[in-house]
């Protein structure tokens, strides 16, 4: 039984490994939403000057000092809560420098990751699936990569703030890797037609593309409200990603020149639009 759980872990590390490979050397799912700082000398001058240490920062901080009464916590979090409301927000794991990255070690811890994983799965196939028919496995592992993606993808929207739609699009493409056409659903509910899951992402990405993409009559749904952008050549090409978009008509509401998660439809359109 060992040596079954350590073949299959090793197997099943380096079918992963080989996988996630192709997410970031193809697919390019790996740098899905990585944009480069804007006046990014002044901006890395300021950090040498500013900080010296290692860490992983998440700024604007909270006053996390031990000891303070319930009054000075309450004022805190009011302070934070204003600071956090004023922007800029976000995280920042930084490395003040002085050493080169070793693309060789970090491949090679990766795969370790993957042996540790792979053999902790084997291990629970060995243990809970013992006796049972082929399916019951095949619902292990499906479970197993549900839980996977519940725990790694679905936090980039909970704490870093990715657009929901954004990130289970790139969580159906994930799991398309693995399951194939194997696993199909109906989409939409109660259309009667079943799709697999990297189908079921492309017409979520389409929907969400379809709002920047110009009609028959040249006009674009987040831009329907004026037509300008229809009919005036200097503007025709000049695309706003707005704050939010109205729920009937998908026109844009709220600031105009957003250039932060809203823009990361560009990506969408990059990948899927022929």
Known sequence: MAKKIILGGLVGAVVVFIVSSLWHTVLGLGEIGIKTLPNEDVVLAGMRASITQPGFYFFPAPNMTPGRSKEQQSADNAAY?????????????????????NFGKALLNQFLFNVVAALILAWILSVGAAGTSFGGRWLIVFLASIFAGVVFILPYWNWYNFPLNYVLIEALQRYHLFYGDSLRMEFPTGSGRTMNLDEIARELARRLISLFMP????????????ARFADDSHWRNLV???????????????????????????RMIEEFVE
């Open 81 to 101: 809560a204003s600071k956090y409301r004023q922007g800029p927000n976000g995280i920042l794991i930084y490395s003040p420098g002085g050493e080169d990255f």
């Open 240 to 266: 706003w990603f707005h704050e939010y978009f109205h729920g009937d008509t998908g026109r844009g509401l709220g600031a105009n020149h957003q250039t932060g998660w809203t823009s990361l439809v560009a």
């Open 215 to 226: 009609g028959a009559d040249g006009r674009r749904p987040a831009l329907a409200g004026d």
